[in-house]
């Protein structure tokens, strides 16, 4: 029986206590302002040094091997950080958390070939993870890998329908695409959920204009501008608009 002050690891289940920052099994973040104030500055430090002494005496501890790469990602020491996920993976292959961490390390060096693996390792081991599946999309898209990316981007909505950014990069490669009443659906559904997004605002000002609907497109435009005035693009954009 469950305890009343206990709650499950999303990641892999267990049980843990109501207080713990960590999964005691998988070492995934259960509570994200607890650990994201126990991993910057100085905190990060002392968390760094506890996992060392961790691993010291207990080298086959994925936990504390994951922990010590959230400390080094946060230090901002990649390279030591992707060091520490891929000895998690050594011990369990299983922990998709790290192979997630992973992908996160190969797309802050440039490595988006590596991150598009990662990512799909940490997908395999968690198909409902949003975050995984952005970052393959991500990854993707960066590699120009468009097609690919668009179905990547479509299964982070499908596993998070309020992950945002999604439907962004959906609208660029739709525009792309040259299919504007797609773009368009996309970008308006950014805008109905963050209205001072001043790119998603610019980019329907283009859509608008490539549709003929001239005062949505200045409206939109004089949007992005209202929210960006450094936004150049906009201002010349409305700017021909106008004449």
């Known amino acids: 029986m469950a305890r009343a002050d206990a709650s499950p690891c999303p990641e892999c289940g267990t049980e843990n206590a109501a ?3 960590f999964c005691k099994h998988c070492g995934w973040a259960l509570r994200e302002a607890a650990v994201e104030s126990a991993l910057t500055g100085n905190l990060a430090e002392r968390n760094r040094d506890r996992c060392l002494q961790i691993i010291k005496a207990y080298p086959e501890n994925a936990s504390a091997h994951f922990n010590l790469g959230l400390a ?5 020491q990649v390279g030591n950080a992707q060091r520490a996920f891929a000895r ?15 992908a996160l390390c190969h797309y802050r060096r440039g490595a988006m070939a590596e991150c598009v693996g990662a990512s799909r390792r940490a997908i395999q081991y968690n198909p409902a993870s ?5 970052r393959l999309a991500i990854a993707l898209f960066h590699l120009g890998r468009l097609d690919e990316a668009e179905h990547a981007f479509r299964d982070t909505i499908g596993a998070d329908a309020d992950y945002v950014i999604a439907w962004y990069h959906l609208g660029i490669i739709r525009e792309r695409k040259s299919d504007v009443e ?24 283009l859509l608008y204009e490539r549709k003929g609907l001239d005062g949505c497109a200045m409206s939109a435009l004089a949007r992005a501008l209202e929210l960006d005035p450094s936004d150049t693009a906009a201002a010349n954009a409305l700017q021909e608009l106008q004449r």
């Open 182 to 205: 797609a773009a368009i659906e996309c970008f308006e559904k950014v805008v109905d959920a963050n209205p001072n997004d001043a790119s998603a605002h610019y980019h329907l000002g």
């Open 72 to 76: 080094y990602y946060h230090l901002g």
């Open 130 to 134: 949003a975050p995984a599946h952005f």
């Open 88 to 102: 998690v993976v050594e011990i369990d292959e299983s922990f998709s958390a790290a192979h997630f961490q992973l």
């Open 19 to 21: 207080d713990h920052n």
